[in-house]
């Protein structure tokens, strides 16, 4: 760690600011023009610069990459780059699948939506590449608050302004918990960088800290906090009202982008920083009880759903406690084998949903209808929408030879390889991917063997087309060549350990 | 010196309950925001706490980062309640009331 700003350092962290600049660019744009395809082109297109960077940083471009940054603030190993890369791939996809539906249902300027999403993609990038607590917080609010923004985007609809109150207080009281935790962290260790703290609850002397009470409390406190951002059972409750209150690219965004950056985070904190094993380590028995039950409820309520958001609501709170399995896993023995699935999953899980929820976003759009009952007949009405979005849903429900199956393997395989403390997880696992397959499969012999109401076919908006198209794209490529996706994760999930 | 690093410690954790059950209990969704402030003070005072009683510690430990995480706290928390408000007026304008048990048009 070196104590002087430099101009490396500034590389480290230029695709996040180059994230920030574009969203300014696209702000101020508006003043300049009212043309909606131009301001959208900018916005999109623009990704390349921070693409670029990360790229730059990722090969060693401009010489060899910093490991750290701003007095240890910011990191630059392969994790912090595996996330920028997949909040990118969020960014990309949240911003081309909203065009049509944003001119159609949202009446607002065109730059202050898109800009909203980039300051919310920046503070995710941040959340995986910060090493500090005051940085986690700082980078969760940037996340969070143009989140709260983003679901009462749609000022005509009363649900949409109801789903933001609601995510906004409860999501303020989730960070105020997860700062007491913090600040109990603090207070105990000394400090807030995270590898201090690692040394400082790994270091012979301090053995005294395995049974601090205190540091138990804002390890849990920690944990419950981030728990709100990935909806983990019992702090799921805002999920399925925000997701169907808000316009759905937005639900688009907060399910894939607000879980991955959680999941990011809490892997930095807990595995990187040390915190898993805090108190004799047997903070994995919390995380194993609420990932059994996070992933039951969310796959049972699941079943009983009519509109098509709350399934996916509850169908992501599901997915997250698939995600818990392999946390609890790297909790145990701190294995890089747990990471790797979990980064894999997370990759896995932003592309096909990226596609499901075009499918939802496509008909929403040419219909203004997002109940499950709507689907029937979609493979009749728009073939292609209808393909894609059954071929992400089979992949979501894990459904072999699809990388879904093959991602939700790899978690289930580092959690049985842990031993007879977790047999019992991998086992309620298998049964609830055996439940999920009931409630997708129902949406596909909706789209495929139900006769529609109406017969007439639907007009797509060419966005939404082509987000599909990129996405089948994706997840047939990852299926083909996950072996290679395994060799780039591999190194991203070793980089969390090397540091100690 | 005088008052013990204990003794801040249980008024932080007074006063992080006492916001807590405000939040959790109120149904005005304003009173729920200010039990969040309450709870978001009381996290400050257990880090300025801790940042004093390092004053006198071992050097290494920085008594500056707590006071620093304490000034950001406020910031943010101060950006969180104006985007909060505006929610607050916005539904107010749709629904004309801003008693969460009545803003319940979806299942809660």
């Known amino acids: 760690m070196t104590s002087q700003i430099t101009i490396e350092q500034f590389w480290l962290l230029s695709p996040e600011l180059s994230v920030v600049l574009l969203g300014f660019l696209v702000l101020g744009l508006d003043l300049l023009t009212k043309r909606r395809g131009l301001v959208t082109a900018v916005a999109i297109i623009g990704l390349a610069v921070p693409t670029f960077f990360s790229i730059s940083l990722a090969t060693s471009l401009f010489g060899p990459r910093p490991t750290s940054g701003f007095f240890g603030m910011l990191l630059g190993d392969q994790y912090s780059l595996f996330f920028q890369f997949l909040f990118l791939i969020v960014a990309f996809g949240v911003m081309l699948a909203s065009y049509g539906y944003a001119e159609k249902y949202l009446r607002v300027t065109p730059g202050e939506y898109y800009s909203v999403i980039l300051f919310s993609v920046a503070g995710m990038m941040l959340m995986g590449s910060t090493g500090e607590l005051i940085t986690i917080y700082i980078a969760l609010e940037l996340t969070s608050i143009p989140l709260y923004i983003l679901a009462g985007f749609s000022r ?345 | 010196m005088g008052v013990s690093l204990q003794a801040f410690l249980v008024l932080g954790a007074v006063v992080f309950c006492i916001g807590l059950f405000g939040a959790l209990s109120k149904r005005n969704a304003v009173s729920i925001l200010m039990g969040i402030e309450i709870m978001l003070n009381a996290v400050n005072i257990t880090l300025v706490a801790f940042a004093s009683s390092f004053l006198h510690q071992q050097p290494k430990n920085n008594p500056l980062t707590g006071q620093i995480f304490a000034v950001f706290i406020i910031t943010v928390a101060a950006a969180e309640a104006s985007v909060a408000l505006a929610m607050i007026i916005a539904i107010y304008r749709r629904r004309n009331t801003i008693d969460v048990g009545e803003i319940n048009l979806m299942r809660w």
């Open chain 1, 156 to 500: 005509t609809d009363t649900r949409s302004a109801e789903a933001a109150i609601k995510y906004v207080l409860l999501g303020a009281m989730s960070s105020a918990i997860l700062l007491y935790g913090m600040a109990l962290t603090y207070g105990v260790t000394g400090t807030t960088d995270l590898h201090a703290i690692a040394a400082v609850i790994t270091s012979p002397q301090h053995g005294i800290l395995s049974g601090n009470l205190m540091l138990l409390a804002g390890a849990v406190f920690m944990f419950v906090g981030f728990g709100f951002k990935i909806s983990a059972v019992p702090f799921h409750m805002w999920a399925p009202d925000i997701y169907e209150g808000a316009p759905t690219p937005a639900t688009l965004f907060f399910s894939v982008g607000s879980k991955a950056a959680g999941f990011a985070a809490i892997m930095r904190i807990f595995v990187f920083g040390g915190l898993a094993s805090v108190s004799g380590n047997y903070l994995w028995v919390m995380v194993a009880i609420i990932a059994a039950i996070t992933m039951t409820l969310g796959n049972v309520i699941a079943l009983l759903q009519t509109n098509i958001k709350r399934m996916m609501a509850y169908s992501s709170i599901g997915q997250a406690g698939y995600l818990l399995v392999g946390l609890a896993a790297v909790m145990i023995h701190n294995t890089a084998a747990g990471i790797l699935g979990l980064l894999t999953f997370l990759a896995v899980y932003v592309v096909t949903n990226i596609g499901a929820f075009a499918g939802i976003i496509g008909l929403a759009d040419a219909t203004g209808k997002e109940n499950i009952r709507d689907f029937d007949g979609l493979g009749r009405r728009s073939p292609w929408i209808a393909f894609g979005m059954g071929l992400c849903l089979l992949s979501l429900a894990g459904i072999p030879p699809q990388a879904g199956f093959m991602s939700k393997l790899f978690i289930f395989f580092a959690a049985w390889q842990q031993g007879s403390g977790l047999t019992w997880l991998v086992v309620l696992g298998l049964l609830n991917s055996a439940i999920a397959i009931v409630y997708y499969v129902n949406v596909l012999w909706r789209m495929f063997a139900v006769d529609p109401a109406k017969r007439d076919r639907l007009t797509i908006p060419g966005s939404v087309n082509l987000t599909m198209t990129l996405s089948v794209i994706g997840i047939i490529a990852l299926t083909i060549a996950f072996g290679v996706l395994l060799t780039h994760v591999g190194t991203s999930a070793n980089s969390l350990f090397t540091l100690h």
